[in-house]
């Protein structure tokens, strides 16, 4: 069993488990936003440390904190970073729209232990402070806004890179079926022949369409607010911190990452991430498209389309022997469900930025990364789980094309629409 230690802030005291490096206003976080079970994502956190460690150098530097403290702070920093203190990190995606208690989380956590590194004890407030050195220079304002940029940004890469290995998939697949002769569906109705392998190159154009539109929002990813501290103004920071601190973030992550062009705007809205939120929701979009295309074409295998079979991955049943689902799309369409959630949570949060600062932070990127997240997995699984493995059955694709009434539209050119439509009424009746 473990004890309690009593810290104050300024509202009174507070009891603390003694085996932890939180302080007094992670621990009232705690208390008062136990609503979903749903942590911060962990991407986030890192972003934060990230920042926390070059800001410690970015000071020592500008001669605002001593060599002793920047070093404690930069090493506590760093083992967040390494993932040593997860646990560390309870607060709620739900909780003060600025994000506040996330900051004051990470200052907290990375005091202590920088205070411990210093031989100090646990939950000390002294030699290192985390208001006064932790968050020297800074703002929760300012930090959260560019942490979510930073882990969306890095995260948003991750997914373009998923979505072109899936669309080297498809083009592999488009070359391979190419000349598998099927049936074209249009309002899922018999309509022309067309191959197999013009269906997929579809699918290939239409991701890397989607990701394109997910690379062309980046750039206002990498514009950080940074330097704003309250309300944009920049109260508390030295004219240099924002700039060093940035470059630095930029070299360590090799982005463009930059000084935001106006520093109230970076406060007050969230737009950069509602547009890219959009372009995830495309992908999504383009994802549920393909993954129910496989269902219908895989479907069967006697008594639906079968012009296509899925790698068998699991049991699908029960209670009905040697049966099989297509387990991979039905995955990727609720995922994709999830993400055009996930959006209009975004949009919604975009909305909310009243006067100097948008109130609605910590939800926006925990759903932003979500999004990231699941897309990413669910885009990689596709690929490799699903497409590599898909198979036609070209004599069943033939034997569809070769029944369907649409051939009958060959005809229309050399002897009139009606003519052809009355040839193709009589195939139906005389099968």
């Known amino acids: 069993m473990h ?4 810290e104050r ?8 488990p003694d085996d932890v490096h939180w302080g007094p206003q992670t621990q009232r976080a705690v208390e008062n936003f136990a609503i979903s079970g749903q942590r911060m994502p962990m991407a986030l956190i890192v972003a934060i440390a990230h920042i926390k460690r070059h800001a ?11 060599a002793e403290r920047a070093r404690a702070i930069a090493a506590a920093a760093g083992e967040v ?7 560390q990190f309870p607060v709620d995606v739900f909780q003060t729209g600025s994000g506040t208690s996330t900051n004051m989380n990470v200052n907290e956590v990375v005091a202590s232990r920088a205070n411990q590194i210093l031989g100090h004890p646990r ?13 020297l220079g800074q703002s929760s304002n300012d930090v959260i806004p560019t942490a979510i940029h930073l882990a969306v940004r890095q995260s948003a890469a991750a997914l373009c890179a998923a979505s072109d290995g899936l669309r080297g998939r498809l083009l592999a697949k488009q070359a391979e079926l190419a000349g598998v002769v099927k049936l074209a569906r249009t309002h899922l109705q018999d309509a022309v022949p067309m191959t197999l392998g013009q269906e997929f190159s579809g699918y290939a154009t239409q991701i890397a369409k989607a990701r394109g539109r997910i690379a062309a929002t980046l750039p206002d990813l990498e514009e950080l607010a940074l330097g704003a501290t309250a309300a944009g103004t920049g109260l508390g920071a030295h004219p240099d911190f924002a700039a060093a601190v940035i470059a630095r973030l930029a070299a360590e992550t090799n982005l463009p990452l930059r000084p935001a062009e106006n520093r109230f705007e970076a406060l ?13 929701c495309g992908l999504a979009g383009a994802l549920m498209k393909i993954a129910e295309d496989l269902r219908l074409l895989s479907s069967g295998p006697r008594g639906g389309l079968g012009e296509i079979a899925l790698p068998a991955l699991q049991p699908g049943s029960s209670i009905m022997p040697g049966k099989v689902n297509p387990v991979i799309p039905e995955m990727v369409i609720q995922v994709a469900a999830q993400v055009m959630g996930h959006h209009q949570a975004i949009a ?6 009243p006067l100097e600062l948008n109130m609605m932070m910590p939800m926006i990127g925990a759903n932003a990364l979500g999004a990231c997240g699941i897309l990413t997995a669910a885009t990689r699984a596709l690929a490799d789980r ?3 493995g898909l198979t036609a059955d070209a004599q069943r694709c033939r034997a569809l094309a070769e029944r369907s009434l649409a051939l009958a539209t060959a005809l229309a050119p050399r002897i009139g629409y009606d003519r052809a439509t009355r040839i193709a009424q009589r195939t139906l009746q005389e099968d």
């Open 81 to 87: 970073v390494a993932g040593e203190w997860d646990a």
């Open 348 to 353: 919604i949060g975009g909305q909310h930025g």
């Open 9 to 16: 802030d300024g509202l009174g005291e507070v009891r603390i």
């Open 268 to 280: 007050a809205a969230r737009d950069a991430l509602v547009a890219t939120s959009a372009a995830l």
């Open 386 to 388: 699903c497409i590599a």
């Open 56 to 66: 410690a150098e970015v000071n020592a530097e500008l001669g605002l904190l001593d």
């Open 123 to 135: 939950g000390s407030r002294e030699p290192v402070h985390p208001n006064d050195h932790v968050n």
């Open 3 to 6: 004890g309690e230690r009593i």
